[in-house]
């Protein structure tokens, strides 16, 4: 199942893209690999015109 990372607001929260993903390295083991497949379908569900 393809899944993204996001973030909220960042002024009302201090989170960025980049910290996020530094998160998931390091409490859920995110691999370079499953990094990249979850920036593809983040591309993919941004340019989504059948939506």
């Known amino acids: 199942m393809p899944c993204c990372l996001n973030t ?3 002024s009302l929260f201090g989170l960025d893209l980049e910290g ?3 998160q998931a ?3 859920l083991a995110l691999t370079s690999a499953e990094h990249d497949s979850m920036q593809k379908a983040a591309r993919k569900a941004a340019f989504d015109s059948s939506r």
């Open 25 to 27: 390295v390091e409490l």
């Open 20 to 22: 996020e993903y530094q």
């Open 8 to 10: 909220d607001d960042r």
